[in-house]
């Protein structure tokens, strides 16, 4: 049965306590809040750097069975080398914890810069290179490099496929070559809202679509409008329709819209979309300062 996942694109904002987080909610456990309000959420830190393990472990233990994390892949490989001569990157990001998620693991993101144009030689070259199960992500990562910041994390207990989503940013990827390819590997187009900041690529290339958006009017500060969001809702029902799953991830962070928008969507789609698997947090009360006595 296909499913239907939304959730949003990190999860430590400062602005978001008070609006999202309740107030007084410990910062440590403001995943724990998610995961009580949404299925699944991408984890943006991988993108920046390379994790540890104990990183990914400790964020598997704070969600519980049902949640999941989009991983995005490292910027060194999406953004400095462009896709080519990746083997060792790959290798190293996949060691760097990511299968220490288990059943937590969702679907592998790579975001593509504005400015990348598509090369489909480098793009084949790149699809073949991604592991389709953690069991091959595991022998993939035996091959990292000394540039790990811990120990590796190589152990699979239980194999599972490894879904991967591509979000290009250019509209050369709108090419039907560059669409065969991916449907070839399996992998699925983000269709990537930018508030018109990048050209909105909309086509279903794997068993997954993917979906992210970034912002209604304005780039990461703006809230989606109510018939926007009515339109997400219909296109949500049409793929779920045809057999897809589906998973959706708010990125307007800026004053919270994110965690309200996507609250909005799933409100649209109740007998679809699957709901946060967490148990409510309680939040104990604030004690008021005693006034001094002296």
């Known amino acids: 049965m ?21 107030v007084g909610l410990p910062q440590r456990r403001e995943l724990e809040h998610v995961a ?9 830190g991988s993108f920046y750097s390379l ?3 104990a990183s990914f472990v400790a964020w598997r233990e704070q969600t519980p069975p049902g949640f999941t994390f989009a991983v995005k892949g490292g910027r060194f490989i999406t ?18 914890g990511v299968l220490a998620l288990e059943d937590r693991l969702g679907p592998v993101l790579w975001q593509l810069p504005e400015r990348a144009e598509l090369d489909r030689g480098t793009l084949e070259d790149f699809l073949m290179l991604l592991p389709r199960t953690a069991r091959d992500a595991a022998r993939l990562a035996e091959d990292h490099d000394d540039r790990l910041r811990a120990e590796p994390w190589t ?14 940013r250019h509209a050369s990827f709108a090419d039907a070559e560059a669409l065969a390819l991916l449907r070839k590997h399996g992998v699925a187009l983000a269709i990537s809202d ?49 057999g897809h799953d589906v998973e959706v991830y708010f990125d307007n962070d800026v004053h ?9 969507l799933m409100a649209r789609l109740p007998e679809l979309a699957a709901a946060g698997p967490g148990a409510p947090v309680d939040v104990p009360p604030r004690r008021r300062a005693r006034r001094g006595t002296g």
């Open 2 to 22: 296909p499913t239907v996942r939304i959730g949003l694109s990190g999860w430590r904002y400062a602005d978001w306590r008070g609006r999202f987080y309740p």
């Open 36 to 44: 009580s309000q949404f299925p699944a959420v991408e984890l943006n």
């Open 51 to 53: 994790q540890r393990p």
């Open 79 to 96: 953004h400095m080398k462009r896709l080519r001569d990746v083997r060792t990157p790959l290798a190293n990001f996949f060691a760097s």
């Open 155 to 168: 152990e699979v207990a239980v194999d599972r496929p490894v879904v991967h989503a591509l979000e290009p």
């Open 194 to 242: 930018g508030a018109g900041r990048w050209p909105l690529l909309d086509a279903v290339t794997a068993p997954l679509v993917y979906v992210r958006l970034h912002g209604d009017t304005a780039l990461y500060t703006s809230g989606y409008r109510p018939h926007v969001l009515d339109a997400w809702a219909e296109r949500v029902r049409r793929w779920h329709a045809d």
């Open 256 to 264: 919270a819209h994110a965690p309200a928008d996507a609250r909005a």
